[in-house]
């Protein structure tokens, strides 16, 4: 079987894979698609610039209006893994 | 074996799936349908949506409407960009579910199949509710929250009345469409009032004492809307028990309100193919699985948005956007077998009070006793005490939140 898994999986499109715990819902605002946008697209971003931006959010020394309250809901460890799969 | 077939599912292209690939029916096309329509195509999977009308009109920016600050065309949304996509739209109802076939009846007679079922029905207005307020009523006194007709109703309503007319709004008890909803309508109303019917008043009677984003409202009403906006919540008797269709006028316990014109949001439920499906419970909602979005009460039914007993995140098209990517991630995992991790997901809500003055209300929320819990720490409203640049920013972002989740949406 893992052979011929192995050969179909080459000859397929990429599809979506499943989001990180929290990561889906940052395209509610963030659209990675649409252009003209004021909340910023976040795709093709350094992932480590992301996360940087989440954790002064969340320890409030960078200023917001909604952010702020959002970034409070996670964790370092979850930021990483939501900021690593919001640049894709 | 079965596992490794499971597994390919998730991964074939549409043309390949032709044979014997799963299939997802989603019943409903608004914010949480669309959405999880395409999220589910995204994971390659065959999808079928089934929404009656050919156009969708959107909630979210109505009340603007309403107060004639927005085209009626802006709210207005088709579903090219789906069947673009691949997916397959069925412009019938959905009539009966068999969920132990899993088979969905369409109006035109036609079944399909499904794998899994995703229900996405919105809300159900119940005019069963409030004594005098039925179908025939809501032409006289527009209840405006379902967007579309009603909502030109309320708006030439407003146009036509006399300076120095009343009007009267009704707001229901939780739960609803929208908490912050009538409060933002309210502040619109009141809005278009004072300038263009200064004479006029607005009453505003509400079943309960608390509401979302309350402070900020009563603030915004007393900075702006001294005298004109009076609002009368259950303590001061403010539930409305009944309507006089005939007197134009909303009655509660302390005395009958008549207005020029009276916009009465009544009680509401889970959209009517939720009972069918046998998915609401006695509440007239549904409870759902906070990890999947699977239906308590039938297995292999998903349930999101307004529809759903959600916990702490509200009824909102945010809410139901993000429960919609995270029911399709949860329904990829299932079709393969494996378990589904716990997810979170958010919420942010924008209120306009008036053009340029916007306020919000977030949250972060995960699966906790069966339901979806604030996590503690997170969350909240706008500051009270924000600059009126905090307020334009507020609302540039809510108009920009609305081209993005209806860009997510119907593309």
């Not at chain 2, 690939?21 to 195509?41: D, E, N, P, T, Y």
């Not at chain 2, 069963?128 to 009603?150: C, F, I, K, N, R």
């Not at chain 2, 009345?161 to 609803?176: C, F, L, R, S």
């Not at chain 2, 077998?337 to 003055?357: D, H, I, K, M, W």
Request: hydrophobic share 45%; glycine share 10%.
């Amino acid at each position: 079987m893992a052979p011929v898994v192995a050969l179909l999986l080459g000859a397929m499109p990429a599809v979506a894979e499943e989001a990180p715990p929290g990561a889906s819902s940052c395209f509610g605002c963030h659209s990675p698609t649409r252009e003209g946008a004021t909340i910023p697209s976040l795709r093709g971003r350094d992932p480590a610039e992301v996360a940087a931006a989440m954790r002064a959010f969340r320890d409030g020394t960078r200023p917001a209006t909604v952010m702020d309250r959002l970034a409070r809901g996670f964790t370092e460890a979850e930021s990483l893994a939501i900021s690593a799969w919001v640049v894709r | 074996m079965k596992v490794a077939r499971r597994a390919l599912i998730g991964l074939l292209s549409a043309p390949a799936l032709a044979q014997g690939a799963a299939q997802i029916v989603v019943i409903g096309g608004g914010f949480g349908g669309a959405s999880c329509a395409r999220a589910l195509r995204r994971h390659g999977l065959a999808v079928t949506l089934v929404e009656p009308n050919a156009t969708y009109t959107a909630c979210p920016f109505s009340n603007a409407v309403i107060a004639g600050l927005r085209p009626m065309e802006r709210q207005r949304f088709g579903y090219g960009a789906l069947r673009a996509q691949g997916i397959v739209v069925v412009h019938q109802a959905a009539t009966g579910i068999d969920t132990t076939g899993r088979r969905v009846t369409l109006s035109g007679g036609s079944v399909l199949s499904y794998d899994r079922l995703v229900l996405s029905p919105g809300i159900a207005l119940r005019f069963d509710a409030l004594p005098g307020y039925d179908e025939a009523a809501a032409s006289v006194m527009p209840h405006a929250w379902q967007a579309g007709a009603q909502t030109e109703l309320l708006r030439s309503q407003l146009e036509a009345m006399e300076d120095g007319g009343t009007v009267v709004m009704a707001i229901p008890a939780n739960p609803y469409r929208c908490p912050p909803g009538p409060y933002e309508r309210a502040s619109l109303i009141a809005y278009y009032l004072k300038t263009r019917k200064p004479r006029s008043k607005l009453l505003v009677l509400d079943a309960k004492d608390a509401f979302s984003k309350q402070r900020l409202f009563e603030a915004a009403w007393a900075a702006l809307y001294p005298g004109l906006l009076e609002y009368v919540p259950l303590s001061a008797g403010g539930r409305a028990t009944g309507v006089d269709v005939a007197a134009r006028a909303v009655i509660t316990d302390f005395g009958n309100h008549e207005g020029a014109v009276v916009n009465v949001i009544p009680p509401q439920r889970a959209g009517a193919i939720a009972q069918i499906a046998g998915a609401a419970d006695r509440s007239g909602w549904c409870p759902i699985d906070p990890v999947s979005f699977e239906s308590k009460l039938v297995p292999r039914v998903h349930v999101i948005g307004d529809a759903a007993i959600a916990g702490a995140m509200p009824k909102s098209a945010f809410a139901a956007n993000a429960q919609a990517r995270v029911c399709a991630d949860a329904i990829a995992v299932l079709l393969r077998g494996a378990a589904v991790p716990e997810p979170r997901l958010l919420n942010t809500c924008y209120s306009l009070v008036a053009p340029g003055y916007g306020i919000s209300v977030a949250g972060v929320y995960r699966p906790a006793e069966g339901l979806l819990a604030d996590i503690p720490g997170a969350g909240g409203t706008s500051p009270l005490d924000a600059p009126a640049s905090f307020r334009a920013a507020e609302a540039g972002y809510a108009e920009d939140w609305f081209e993005t989740i209806t860009a997510d949406a119907f593309g």
